[in-house]
């Protein structure tokens, strides 16, 4: 399958919404970010090249957006969309907080590649959540995650809200392996950890990905289009965004109060130390997920916050 095919498929069958105009800007945004990632490899080795790169599609990034989303603002104003203000928000922690942040991070690292595909991945894993959980709730297509806290165990919960996600924003075919997943090795893979604490309940989430090399190649490929450009650094910044996503998705559900999160910042392993890390202490949930593209798991722990 050619590059553009590939691309053409993904975005026409899983991530058009149906309203031409939101459709054609997102596809837009979409190439925005594989420009960047593109031009990005290609200048790896050359410094000069690769700020340009950064700084023109930091700037290009901003200008585009502004007007899409002054134009799907527009569009939801027109039709009377009544979680406009909820969007909108959306919209404007990207601009202001987000894009600002991804910026920052270029200008410190002295567009080091690896903050490049940091923006890159960030842009990606952003527009796809966008999409899928809000977008498609403008015509009335979002699938709403059900929780029934009287009947469901957090164990289940926690699969189910983990297929949700990824089949919302993937099309995968996920299927739950093992519910007590004790560490085993499948193959090389990528080990993210990240926690939050909640101050109002005095609790501490820890949580661990672990995601297949294969799954994240494949990921990090698909929505950029081209295999050839999903480098380890690229499906590792995707991995990280979609992670925090998860996180987010969960900590209503497993808190179960309106609250303000402190997020830690998250940090990569290698196996040896999550090994290490599920001898000292097995976490009290533990599930491993098999996909049509690779396997991956999810441990999280909660403990007092001491």
Known sequence: MSEEKYNEDLWENHYHIGVEKVDEQHDKLFSIARRIAKIGEESSQNQFRRAFVGKEGIKFLKSYTLQHFAD???????IGYPHFAAHKQEHDKFRDVIVPGLE??????GYAQESVEALVAAVLAWLVNHIAKTDFAIIGKAVPFEYDAETEQIEETIANVTIHMFTGLFDLKISVLHT?????????SIYYERSYRSPQTSQKIQFI??????????????????????????????????SFMLIQHLDSILIKEEHQCDYADGNFFDR?????????????????????AGKFAECLDRMPIL
Do not use: W
């Open 72 to 78: 799907e603002e527009a569009y939801m104003k027109r």
């Open 104 to 109: 920052q991070n270029l200008i410190q690292t």
């Open 180 to 188: 007590h997943y004790g560490g085993e090795d499948f193959g090389e």
């Open 209 to 242: 990905t672990v995601i297949s090399n294969e799954m994240s190649a494949y990921l990090c490929g698909m929505l950029l289009g081209d295999p050839s450009l999903a480098t380890q650094n690229m499906a590792a910044s995707l991995i990280e965004e979609f």
């Open 272 to 292: 040896q130390t999550f090994e290490q890390k599920m001898h000292a202490k097995m976490p009290e949930f533990s599930i491993l997920f098999e996909t049509n």
